[in-house]
């Protein structure tokens, strides 16, 4: 059974860093679109970055420039590095593994990320 936990949320000031990681089990990076996701508060859930079996990624024009995704399949674990933080992005961020046949999607808990000073 499939099972993604991720890590690394908390309190940042504006224009700080944090790294999240999302360790996974039952998944095989290469059978999935891997990917970040995220909800501020009161919002709706939207995707952040995605990364491809193939290396290919996409980013959200609102972190393009300042967050960087990486999957290491190795370890079957998934990195969002985030650079320059803002208010805005503050959110509960979550960890996505998307069958690429069938399009299941599996999600992690969600590590909250606050950015204030």
């Known amino acids: 059974q499939a099972r993604l936990v991720e890590s690394g949320g908390g309190l940042v000031q504006p224009g700080g860093s944090l790294r999240l990681s999302c360790e996974t089990s039952?998944?095989?990076?290469?059978?999935?679109?891997m990917a970040w996701y995220r909800q501020p508060p009161g919002k709706e859930r939207e995707l952040v970055a995605q990364?491809?079996?193939?290396?290919?990624?996409k980013y959200s024009e609102a972190v393009k420039g300042r967050f960087t995704i990486s999957a290491d399949s190795a370890v079957n674990t998934l990195h969002l590095q985030m650079n320059n933080l803002a208010p805005e992005d503050t959110a509960v961020y979550y960890c996505n593994a998307r069958d690429i046949f069938y399009g299941q999607d599996r999600w992690g808990q969600g590590t909250l990320v606050t950015v204030s000073a």
């Open positions: 039952g998944i095989i990076f290469a059978l999935n679109y």
């Open positions: 990364i491809s079996r193939d290396g290919d990624i």
